[in-house]
């Protein structure tokens, strides 16, 4: 039975058997019988990992150690407020600082991103309003069909599996899925890693 720990753009975290191409973390969320609590928030530096580094071996969710999540890529990631860790991507997490108009400690910036993607007390996504014809490609939005990673003039659905038939993007007010931080970052050049 596959474990509680794959994340959607829209935050959820499902079980679900499909492996995901990042890892995530952010804090202990499972108890000693390795599923998840109420608990989702634990701390507001949510990092997006890769799966392989330094020759590192886990066991997911053992007792008293952080929760392994998994993405399916990295707009999925970013989509659900997770932002590229500094020590296995640490490149990636200087571009993305970069390209996000961040400068001093990362602190200030995941207290940024946490305020963008949560709703206080309430553990849910923090969703905004904007024209679809002005998201940078990376961000997801929602749409009849669900959660949707916006690529050129080209929306493509999302599923645990992956990504069904683009259709064209749509035109007016959206709602967006990708915290406004994180979309600052994409207009500026960051590309995340996408896997379709």
């Given at each position: 039975m596959p474990l509680q720990n794959r994340v959607q753009p829209t935050g959820e975290i499902l079980a679900h058997?499909?492996?995901g191409a990042f890892?995530?973390?952010?804090?202990?969320?499972?108890?000693?019988?390795?599923?998840l609590g109420k608990a989702r928030w634990k701390h507001k530096a949510w990092v997006c990992c890769v799966t392989r580094f330094k020759g590192r071996r886990r066991v997911p969710m053992t007792p008293n150690r952080?929760?392994?999540?998994?993405?399916?890529?990295?707009?999925?990631?970013?989509a659900a407020g997770h932002r590229p860790c500094c020590e296995c991507r640490r490149s990636d997490f200087f571009a993305f600082l970069d390209a996000a108009g961040h400068e001093g400690k990362v602190g200030a910036f995941d207290a940024e991103l946490h305020a963008a993607r949560a709703v206080p007390r309430v553990f849910r996504?923090?969703?905004h309003e904007a024209m679809a014809q002005d998201l940078p490609d990376g961000a997801f939005v929602m749409t009849e069909q669900g959660a949707a990673l916006?690529?050129?003039d080209a929306v493509f659905p999302?599923?645990?599996t992956g990504y069904s038939a683009a259709f064209k993007r749509p035109f007016g007010a959206v709602t967006v899925l990708t915290p406004a931080p994180t979309l600052t970052a994409l207009r500026n050049g960051y590309l995340p890693r996408i896997v379709r």
């Open positions: 058997p499909a492996r890892l995530g973390n952010r804090g202990v969320l499972h108890d000693d019988q390795r599923q952080y929760t392994e999540l998994f993405f399916h890529d990295e707009a999925v990631a970013l996504q923090r969703r916006i690529s050129g999302f599923s645990p």
